[in-house]
């Protein structure tokens, strides 16, 4: 696992540690020392903590006059054990909200597996960006099919031509703009 690293094309155009309204605004991440962990096996120290001992991030670009960012995931996502999802909503989606993201672009390619638990947090998170969206890219099949079960599907859009896109040949405003004709074809007029 240390040899995942977050994706970097588009670090010239965003990097959430040098943006004063980011909640990873500051963060030092090492480019030699590796420290976090999941399950003993160490990560990319280029990876973002968010207080969870299973999941960790990289905010990869955000777009505030548009409203919204793109975050790319790592890890086993566990709702039921370490309430994974509280941490991410209160650690970076709650101060993202607060800054107008209401748009919200998941890369859950490195995620290995998902555990759930209730689902008030995604209910939360939901109804705090009205008319705004949550949109899952790359995840594994098998951990989509945990979040069915889970009835996040509800709040989370993944699936169909969602599952067709190549987001890494994609400038970021470009992926957010097909992204969203996608999620607007979906949801009708």
Partial sequence: MHT???????????????????PLYGA???????????????????????????LFLKILYTDYDLGFTVIELIGEWNDALNND???????????LVEEGIRHFILIGE????????????????????????IAALGFQDFVLSEM??????????????????????????RLFGLVNSLIKKRLGP
């Fill in 110 to 133: 490195n995620v290995f597996n998902f555990h759930g638990s209730d689902d008030a947090y995604y209910e939360e998170w939901f109804e705090d960006i009205e008319e705004g969206w």
């Fill in 85 to 95: 999802i509280m941490h991410l909503k209160r650690n970076i989606i709650d101060p």
């Fill in 4 to 22: 995942i690293e977050p994706y970097y094309n588009w670090i010239e155009k965003y990097s959430a540690t040098e943006d004063p309204r980011s």
């Fill in 28 to 54: 030092e991440n090492s480019l030699t020392h590796y420290t976090n962990t999941i399950y003993g096996y160490y990560i990319h120290p280029q990876w973002d903590t968010i207080d969870s001992e299973t």
């Fill in 148 to 173: 069915k079960n889970y009835n996040l599907d509800y709040y989370l859009n993944y699936g169909g031509n969602l599952d067709d896109i190549h987001w890494r040949t994609f400038t970021p405003k």
